[in-house]
């Protein structure tokens, strides 16, 4: 019966997602829907107030501060106008001859440095329109561009990317987000590659046999007010984000004296179980400090611009918290049991295999890599340890691993992002999303069969 009330509970929460309802509501609803159906409806005030509440303040506690600050970032590096002239000479540069890959690179670059996705894909998709319809591409596959650029290998592959999803694992693993750099290096070139080859050619087919950019006269396009800073200023606090994250996390803080973590009042802690987060917190203050001094004398409104961007940051974070408290409930349940020992047996000699498999599952489920990443390290971070242990296999390796496979089913329809990407470029789930889905789901998994492969042979370089 517990079986059945969790595959109830789940069906559920991703049909009314589907349907627009927040998580917020779904995730507590869904989780005492999936009590009572188990028979234990006693237990559902209690596991409300005391599991619930309480795995949601926990992940708040652990990543509020990195949600935070990107949102900040973000919003600051939009505002100011840097993103707009990033993407703009990006697409200057390359020309019409490469509109895709000039969409791809842009969002890629922002990214990278920071930038959250839905700030990039306001930013970009102006451009991107304007560009798409003077050479006549059909429209409906600019998100999938988008997508590839911001969802994909800038969100889980490149080492030191800034991504709430590239930092999850660091706790648990004792690694940073740099694990497994060449790995992650080679899984964005296949990923850049192959999804980039996979939308021109299918743009180009489309194109003809007579498709072009499509009636789109009604579009409501993001103002393009902004200030129009020079591109030296304009990428500087980017750049500064991932040199910063990688002198903190293999200079500074490995060299700095942290022996007072090992005190009570801060949890006895090692340094390896902070480090990864902290380098990333710092580099980000400091290049929102630039940011701010760099475009001083050309703040529009600053203190709006400092309110939305931290404003940003709470319906991301309430709603990961949510789905993770929400797996924490479906994990305490006798169904699950079933469920985690099928996943941890897959393949006892390769626990990667494991990994990958529990990572798509949840970010299915909850339609969100971050969201699976935080439920699977939650309910199963103990176990990996242990297995990756036994079979050789380094923490970094893992990292890379579950972090790129939590990248492969979390654009599922009822993905929050995928809605809102559409939403942003006004087309409909069935104009885009089987283009977004070879981007978001086959691009990645391809890449990550490689990696497994490279990993397997070579272990983490």
């Excluded at 004296?257 to 987060?277: C, K, W």
């Excluded at 006798?334 to 529990?358: R, W």
């Amino acid at each position: 019966m517990s079986m059945f009330a969790i595959i109830t509970s789940l069906l559920l929460l991703m049909f009314f997602a589907y349907r627009g309802i927040t998580v917020l509501i779904l995730a507590p609803l869904m989780a005492s829907l999936a009590i009572l159906l188990s028979g234990e409806f006693a237990y559902v005030m209690p596991t409300y107030t005391q599991v619930y509440m309480q795995e949601l303040g926990g992940y708040l506690i652990k990543f509020f501060p990195l949600f935070i600050l990107g949102a900040l970032f973000g919003k600051l590096v939009a505002d100011s106008g840097a993103a707009h002239t990033i993407a703009e000479v990006i697409m200057r540069k390359l020309g019409t001859k490469h509109v895709i890959l000039t969409v791809v690179l842009a969002c890629a670059l922002l990214t990278y440095g920071g930038v959250s996705l839905f700030v990039v894909a306001f930013a970009v998709y102006p451009i991107g329109a304007v560009l798409f319809r003077a050479t006549n591409t059909p429209k409906r596959y600019m998100p999938a561009a988008i997508a590839l650029g911001s969802f994909t290998f800038t969100m889980t592959a490149l080492p030191g990317a800034p991504s709430i999803q590239n930092a999850i694992p660091t706790p648990y693993l004792g690694t940073t987000t740099f694990a497994a750099p060449g790995l992650g290096i080679i899984a964005a070139l296949i990923m850049l590659g192959l999804g980039t080859w996979f939308l021109q050619s299918r743009a180009q087919k489309a194109m003809g046999k007579g498709e072009g950019y499509g009636d789109h006269n009604n579009e409501n396009l993001p103002s393009n007010d902004l200030p129009k800073p020079g591109l030296l200023i304009s990428i500087l606090p980017i750049l500064l984000v991932i040199g910063l994250n990688a002198l903190f996390t293999y200079k500074i803080l490995p060299n700095a004296d942290l022996s007072y973590l090992a005190e009570d009042r801060f949890g006895n802690l090692t340094p390896s179980s902070v480090i990864g987060m902290w380098a990333v917190l710092i580099a980000l203050i400091i290049s929102i400090l630039v940011t701010i001094a760099l475009h001083w004398k050309h703040w529009v409104d600053l203190k709006r611009t400092l309110n939305k961007g931290s404003f940003g940051a709470l319906v991301p974070i309430f709603n990961t918290a949510s789905e993770v408290a929400y797996g924490a409930i479906i994990a305490g349940l006798a169904g699950f049991a079933l469920i985690k020992d099928f996943i941890l047996n897959l393949s006892p000699d390769n626990p990667l295999i494991s990994a990958i498999v529990s990572m798509n599952v949840l970010a299915g489920i909850t339609g969100s890599s971050s969201g699976g990443l935080s439920i699977a390290f939650r309910t199963l971070g103990t176990d990996y340890l242990r297995m990756i242990e036994a079979a050789g296999i380094s923490p970094e390796l893992l990292h890379r691993v579950a972090t790129i496979a939590a990248g492969g089913l979390d654009t599922l329809p009822h993905s929050g992002a995928v809605i809102t990407l559409l939403a942003i470029t006004g087309l409909t789930h069935r104009q885009s999303y089987p283009q977004i889905f070879m981007m978001t789901t086959v691009v990645p998994l391809t890449a990550l069969v490689v990696v497994v492969i490279l990993g397997s042979v070579f272990g983490s370089f």
